[in-house]
């Protein structure tokens, strides 16, 4: 049987789809980043084991069937880091940023 990764998408031979790869790559060493207000969440799909921990516990942010997935808009970051904290694997991180200067 196919694996449902945490994008979505099925996977055959446990190599990442074409679809993710259309998300923006952010950084080095960092797959994907989501930027909210105050804090930044980013994603390795190497280390998603597919626990499903982060859409079951909050679908509105984490939505596998949509793209961007991660829609940071969508929660608190309280919350967000809630959920990101029981990412078995730490495929999803998270983190606080400055607050952007005022003009
Ligand atoms: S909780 Fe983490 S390991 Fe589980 S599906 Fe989400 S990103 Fe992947």
């Known amino acids: 049987m196919d694996e449902m990764a945490a994008d979505g998408n099925e996977r055959e031979d446990g190599s990442p789809d074409a679809e993710w790869r259309r998300e ?44 961007p997935w991660v829609r940071v ?10 959920v990101v904290a029981l990412c078995p694997d730490a495929a999803l991180k998270f983190e606080r940023t400055p607050p952007a200067p005022e003009d």
């Not at 808009?73 to 809630?82: H, K, L, M, V």
């Open 73 to 82: 808009e969508q929660g608190s970051a309280e919350d967000i880091e809630a």
């Open 24 to 67: 923006r790559r952010m950084r080095p060493g960092v797959e994907r980043e989501y930027h909210g207000d105050g804090f930044v969440v980013t994603w390795e799909p190497r280390l998603c084991i597919h626990a499903s921990e982060c859409f079951r516990n909050l679908p509105g942010v984490f939505r596998p069937w949509d793209r």
